[in-house]
């Protein structure tokens, strides 16, 4: 029975969105609920007769449902156009795509920066908590009031392969196939640290007022930029950065001074000051919150294996990247064996690229190999024309 929802669009922010009834709250696994849950997502093809093509691509931190259309922020393309399109990847002259913003974040899914409904202000730090498992929920209860019984695919890189990993461990009867990119079962301490630096960042700029910034007509910039700049080296690799920059100076001489003399300086300011156009502060905290949560071998008994007994009709695709030090490959080959372990039909492959944890987003000829590979086989198996 699909859930009845409101299904509506934000013209502002160029989405749909499904608010879901009062009556129908989304449970978290803090035991806090969410009422009126706002989900804004895009789609992009269409659904077919049997309804038997949709795809779910989950996001990654800093990223939202705009994956492939025009950010109504930034005007820059989706961030995996190369990937989801007519005649690419997942193509949707075949597929019914669907990406949805993560509740937590900031595009039109409840998060800290809506208006609660008790108060009529923003939530700031009165929303609760969020897990990985709240979110697939989340998309779960987006997916049925869709109409959506079954995913063909559910695919994600990052913090997009966590939730790919939890919809297989929480929903695989509504699984045909999911690929994990790039991602982990489980955050690692390193992991921990570097967002705990970057929430520091954040709540240590005095315009970040204890959370309640909009209340007060301000905006946490520079703690923010700060967070994202130390973030962004984890997302590349040190040949990427050499390669790029070396040590290049801006400018004939040095300054003599603190400004940024180094081309890597200025690269990284850059991406410090265009982040806090398009991101809130708060969803950063509780985002990068809900990933250091996200431990699926201590859910199921310290045995990642055990979070996937039920998924043994999925079809798994597990991709890492050589160059990848923030999800190493090590951490991909652990959940391959815990589904090989589990009876799951898994395909694993390393990508070789030194571009670092971003490859996954980029124009990578032998991750796309894998994938259409993987895609025509499910989509055989699947009955897809």
């Not at 080296?233 to 180094?262: N, P």
């Not at 199921?300 to 030090?325: E, H, K, P, Y």
Request: with cysteine; hydrophobic share 40%; net charge neutral.
């Amino acid at each position: 029975m699909t859930i009845v929802a409101d299904r509506r669009k934000d013209a502002a922010r160029d989405s749909e969105v499904m608010r879901f009834p009062a009556d129908k709250p989304l449970r978290l696994d803090s035991g806090a609920e969410l009422r009126g849950l706002e989900v804004a997502y895009k789609t992009y093809g269409a659904l077919n007769a049997d309804k038997s093509n949709a795809v779910l691509i989950c996001h990654a931190l800093t990223m939202d449902q705009y994956v492939a259309s025009t950010h109504p922020v930034t005007g820059k393309p989706g961030w995996w156009e190369k990937a989801v399109g007519p005649g690419r990847l997942l193509d949707t002259d075949r597929h019914f795509v669907i990406c949805a913003n993560v509740v937590g974040g900031c595009m039109g899914t409840t998060g800290p920066a809506s208006l609660n409904p008790a108060t009529g202000k923003p939530y700031g730090l009165s929303f609760p908590v969020v897990t990985i498992g709240d979110m697939v929920r989340a998309q779960a209860m987006l997916v049925e009031a869709l109409g959506i019984e079954t995913l063909f695919a559910v695919v994600g890189g990052s913090m997009g392969g966590m939730q790919v990993l939890q919809w297989a461990a929480d929903y695989p009867e509504k699984l045909f196939s999911a690929i994990c990119i790039a991602s982990t079962a489980k955050h690692s301490a390193q992991n921990i640290a570097f967002h705990e630096v970057g929430r520091q960042a954040i709540m240590a700029d005095p315009d970040w007022r204890g959370g309640a910034y909009a209340e007060a007509g301000v905006r946490p910039e520079k703690g923010l930029g700060v967070a994202r700049m130390g973030a962004h080296i984890t997302y590349v690799s040190e040949d990427a950065l050499q390669r790029k920059f070396g040590r290049g100076l801006q400018r004939d001489g040095l300054s003599w001074t603190f400004d940024a003399d180094f081309q890597v300086e200025g690269y990284l300011r850059y991406q410090g000051s265009s982040f806090v156009d398009r991101f809130d502060a708060n969803a950063y905290l509780y985002i990068t919150r809900a990933m250091d949560y996200f431990d699926l071998p201590t859910r199921f008994g310290g045995q990642l294996a055990n979070a996937f007994v039920a998924a043994r009709d999925v079809r798994f695709c597990v991709l890492s990247i050589t160059s990848d030090w923030l999800y190493p490959t090590r951490e991909s080959r652990e959940i391959v064996r815990a589904l090989n372990a589990a009876g799951c039909r898994a395909s694993f492959l390393e990508v070789v690229s030194d571009k670092g944890h971003d490859a996954f987003l980029l124009d990578e000829p032998q991750m796309y190999g894998a994938l259409e590979g993987f895609l025509a086989a499910a989509g055989q198996a699947r009955g897809l024309k």
